[in-house]
């Protein structure tokens, strides 16, 4: 069975730009959450996803957002961009409590 | 704010003994516990998953969990080099929020040949 994807898999950015990443679930997971990954903070979570609904948010600006789509694809979106925002941006698909994680995506933003 | 406290390590063993990682965690009412593991550069991987107290065995891997102390625990028993490598522990939220989870920052696990 093919695991999670994420795409791009590196990304740079200037500040005040937007970025949108994506991710594709584990075939027949229904639940995406999002994760940001930084030396400093370490993992933290964004939100999660299931049937198109957003069932639960982190503490994160509102300039970080996210859907779902019909067939459990995802995808997050952070506007106004800021240096700060710089980080690994994992997705993770789950069923069943247990959460499998993607590759990542690496935001640089310069 | 829910904490999830591991210690940073790095925690160095010999090959074939006994890695012992621990965690413990301030939100009472979380139900779903796991452990992750990170190689440099890579994503986490999940090798543990454990809702109940008590000790839950997977080939050299076992996890314990004690809610009473708001304490979970990993062993890694005989230690390769493979395992080299940064052990998260995830708590989930309580109030039903199983899917909403606090990782701990990690403990940099070295198994020396």
């Known amino acids: 069975k093919a695991g999670v994807t994420q795409t791009p898999r590196y990304l740079i950015k200037t500040r005040g730009q937007q970025v949108t990443l994506s991710c594709s679930p584990i075939?027949?997971?229904?639940?995406v959450s999002w994760y940001q990954q930084t030396p400093g903070q370490g993992l933290q979570f964004l939100f999660e996803?299931?049937?198109?609904?957003?069932?639960n948010k982190g503490n994160f600006p509102g300039r970080f957002s996210g859907r779902q789509f019909s067939n459990s694809r995802s995808e997050m979106n952070v506007s106004t961009l800021e240096l700060g925002d710089s980080a690994l941006y994992l997705c993770?698909?789950?069923?069943?409590?247990?959460?499998?994680f993607g590759p990542g995506t690496r935001l640089t933003v310069t | 704010q829910k904490e999830v406290e591991q210690n940073s390590g790095p925690l160095s063993v010999p090959e074939g003994a006994i890695a012992s990682l621990n965690c413990t965690y301030s939100?009472?009412?979380?139900?779903?516990f796991f452990w992750y593991r990170q190689y440099s550069g890579k994503s986490p991987e999940l090798i543990m998953s454990?809702?109940?107290?008590g000790d839950k065995e997977d080939g050299r891997f076992t996890a314990q969990l004690n809610k009473a102390s708001q304490y979970v625990s990993l062993l890694i028993r005989d230690s390769q080099p493979s395992d080299s490598a940064t052990y998260l522990c995830?708590?989930?939220?309580?109030?039903?929020?199983?899917?909403?989870?606090?990782f701990g920052k990690g403990t940099l696990l070295t198994v020396n040949p």
């Open positions: 993770a698909s789950s069923r069943n409590y247990e959460q499998y």
């Open positions: 075939s027949g997971h229904r639940s």
């Open positions: 996803y299931f049937s198109e609904t957003q069932r």
């Open positions: 939100d009472r009412g979380s139900q779903s």
């Open positions: 454990i809702y109940s107290n």
């Open positions: 995830a708590v989930s939220e309580s109030g039903g929020s199983n899917y909403k989870l606090t």
